[in-house]
């Protein structure tokens, strides 16, 4: 998980004793504040240079969910920034 402080990121700003983050994927997470005064709080991404991509998408009804999730999977496959050497995931809720 990549974190980035640039914009605020607090759907609850009121809350006393919790950090709020946005990652890199536009998900907001809470840290609470005793966890930072434990030690160090790290980023599971480690120092990667890959992460991971969310891209919503809406589909129409009636919709070949394997044809669209299959086209979904080679347009990232084919993107020059997918990093290949990890599966490339489609999750359909």
Not at 73 to 85: G, M, N, Q
Request: charged share 15%.
């Amino acid at each position: 998980m990549s974190l980035t402080a640039n914009r605020p990121a607090s759907p609850s700003p009121t809350l006393p004793g919790a950090t709020w983050l946005r990652t890199f994927d536009d998900n907001t997470v809470m840290i609470p504040n005793a966890e930072f005064l434990k030690g160090a709080v790290a980023n599971s991404n480690s120092g990667a240079l890959d992460e991971m991509v969310v891209i919503p998408v809406d589909l129409p009804l009636p919709c070949n969910v394997a044809e669209a999730r299959a086209i979904a999977a080679d347009a990232a496959r084919a993107s020059p920034y997918c990093y290949l050497k990890k599966p490339v995931a489609v999750a359909v809720s």
